[in-house]
């Protein structure tokens, strides 16, 4: 296919262009998931900004051809990063263009094809910036990109037309939150509240989160905490034209990723990051008059803490409890007389004192036991580290509320994608053994929707986690609801067997298959399908639910495996195991694959051949007959 045709003018002013990369990385382990494409030189072509230059693509009727000519550009300077095929290309797209008159799909794949790269290495980012008719066109379109596999991303997330429409009609795999709502984080809670929820909502609709604009270390806890699934910005890396610059592996990320999980409990972030400082005065080092001086310097102080030589608290004391003597005509001579041995003792107020590691509950229960309490001093290792306010007491029980919602799934109670993600990047980490890694997805759940309703739908979740509850009590498998009906399980093979863990895995599938009969009508039942919609509006057949597993055995030590990898092999292998009778697709990956390509394409290949093993005590062998 050719690429369209623009006239002269365009074609001199495109060859002036150049495209700078940022990298987009994965918040949990540092390595590099993307890089997105920042136009530059639009200055040199006569523009004062690049909004200047697609606005006038536009209004000419030319933003078709010109968009075509930049993606080439793109993808050939994408093409010549070292790690390209480990990585995927962040593309803007200008929505308008989905309007133009010559609009056509289909010359992205040609591009990809000319430069050896496929549909999942490309990622559409698409902008509230301009409004959207959604008409079945526009539909039409995203539908499209979703089919042939290409990803989709809302960039500037909560700052453009109707995002919430763009949310629901392009069903993206990213949402980009802008920078706005990014900095200074850490002192906006509305900000805090806003991304929260966001993100909140972004897990259960199965789509990953990008903090963008992150140029401070306080930023990138917060979105860690609050759980961000990815991080850009200054912080990390400029946009640079420079490829060699660029890394795969991002060792600061790594280093405020493993600075921020130096508390080990969950409790102990919250209390941190809630806690404030002030310097204490030290008992019996400093006097009566330096008390007073600290007082009259820090005018916003209401009470210092105290504490001894070895750092350890004592007490506080609050200014209200001088004013006696301040205000006396003679208190301040009393306070320096030595003979009345008045020291900081003597207007010191025991106050309570809790270990960074005490649960938030246990410190909220001491509060209440002490109706006079005003303060909470904070130590760590029995020294003193800061202090809880009444006001961050209140915030603390909000944090703490949040976080148990955020890391869990609101209909199935299991841990969600937050913990997912953490719990695959440890396991990456580990050097002995193998993991297992299984990923579940419902067959035929919209239709079954459609018919039944939401709330039967719902339904049929729970009775899939429930079954996953009893896998992780029983037989100590890691499970996740990863949002809708998608589910994750994960276990370490200490002994590298395989069998009995398979063999749950397909006892789950059947039992599934078997009990969610239950929630079908007699009719549904007896001819063994219902009757709906199907994407092109047309009423079709559609079998009962079932649900296909694609199970991953992984070699710990395979080189720069992570979570995109991952995910993309799965996406390989789950449209083989839904076409199987047995809704199963296994893979053991190879440690000695080169690069991402080659995993997916060894995963291609295998289930292609079949899939089909037979479980011997500690490996898979080809059943008679498959090669």
């Known amino acids: 296919m050719e690429i369209v045709m623009v006239d002269k003018k365009w074609k001199n002013r495109i060859d002036q262009i150049d495209y700078a990369f940022q990298p987009i990385i994965n918040i949990h382990t540092g390595l590099c998931s993307g890089v997105e494409a920042l136009m530059r030189n639009q200055q040199e072509v006569g523009f004062e900004s690049i909004d200047g230059f697609f606005d006038s693509a536009y209004e000419e009727q ?27 290309l962040f593309y803007n797209l200008d929505n308008r263009i989905l309007c133009m008159p010559d609009y056509s799909p289909g010359y992205t794949s040609d591009l990809l094809g000319r430069y050896d790269l496929n549909q999942s290495a490309f990622c559409f980012e698409i902008s509230e910036r301009h409004e959207l008719n959604y008409g079945r066109e526009i539909q039409k379109a ?5 089919q042939q596999t290409y990803q989709i991303a809302i960039d500037d997330f909560g700052t453009g037309f109707s995002g919430m429409q763009l949310l629901y009609h392009s069903e993206p795999d990213f949402i980009k939150i802008d920078r706005f709502f990014i900095t200074e984080i850490e002192t906006d809670p509305k900000k805090k509240l806003f991304v929260s929820n966001i993100i909140k909502l972004a897990h259960i609709l199965g789509i990953q989160v990008i903090a963008e604009g992150i140029e401070t270390e306080k930023e990138f806890f ?25 890394s795969y592996r991002y060792e600061d990320v790594i280093h405020f990723s ?12 919250l209390i941190y990051n809630q806690m404030e400082h002030v310097a204490p005065v030290c008992y019996p080092e400093h006097s009566m008059s330096y008390l007073f001086d600290v007082f009259r310097r820090q005018k916003m102080t209401t009470f210092l803490p105290v504490v001894n030589t070895n750092r350890e608290p004592l007490g ?37 004192v809790v270990e960074i590691t005490t649960e938030v509950e246990q410190i909220l229960g001491i509060c209440t036991m002490d109706r006079n309490c005003e303060v909470i001093l904070v130590t760590e290792n029995g020294k003193y580290l800061g202090f809880l306010s009444m006001m961050a007491l209140l915030n603390l029980l909000n944090e ?9 799934n609101p209909l199935s109670k299991l841990p969600g994608n937050t913990i997912i993600n953490s719990q695959i990047a440890q396991a990456l980490k ?5 993991q297992m890694f299984v990923y579940f997805d419902f067959d035929n759940f919209k239709p079954f929707n459609d018919v039944y309703g939401f709330r039967r739908g719902d339904r049929a979740i729970l009775l899939f986690a429930d079954m996953l509850k009893e896998l992780s009590h029983i037989h100590q498998f890691f499970v996740g609801h990863i949002g809708g009906d ?3 399980a994960s276990m370490r093979l200490t002994n590298g067997s395989y069998a009995h863990p398979l063999s749950l895995i397909k006892a789950i599938v059947g039992k599934f298959r078997d009990d969610v009969v239950n929630l079908y009508d007699d009719e549904a039942k007896n001819c063994q399908y219902v009757i709906s919609k199907n994407r092109e509006g047309e009423m079709v057949r559609f079998p009962l639910l079932t649900v296909s597993a694609v199970v991953l055995i992984v070699c710990n030590g395979t080189e720069d495996l992570s979570l995109e990898s991952i995910a993309q092999i799965i996406a390989v292998l789950k449209q083989q195991a839904k076409k199987r009778e047995d809704k199963m697709a296994v893979q053991c990956l190879n440690s000695g694959s080169e690069n991402i390509s080659d995993l997916i394409t060894q995963a291609t290949i295998n289930t292609d051949e079949g899939g089909i093993f037979q479980i011997d005590e500690n490996r898979f062998i080809p059943k008679a007959g498959q090669g």
């Open 62 to 88: 030319s933003l078709f051809g010109v968009d075509m000519l930049l993606r080439e550009k793109a993808i050939r300077k994408f093409s010549l990063i070292d790690f390209h095929k480990k990585i995927k």
């Open 222 to 246: 917060v979105c860690h905490d609050i759980g961000c699934d990815y991080v850009q910005g200054y912080l990390i890396q400029r946009p640079t034209r420079e490829l060699e610059v660029l």
């Open 430 to 434: 580990e050097q002995e053994g193998r």
């Open 258 to 269: 493993e600075k921020n999980a130096r508390k080990v409990q969950s409790d102990e972030r």
């Open 400 to 408: 703490k509320n949040l976080a148990v919602a955020r890391d869990q």
């Open 142 to 146: 995203f539908l499209a990109y979703k």
């Open 486 to 488: 998608d589910f994750f």
């Open 316 to 352: 506080v004391i609050k200014e209200k409890d001088l004013k006696e003597y301040v205000y006396s005509p003679f208190g301040k001579d009393l306070l320096k007389n030595k003979r009345l041995n008045i020291t900081l003792l003597t207007f010191m107020t025991k106050t309570p």
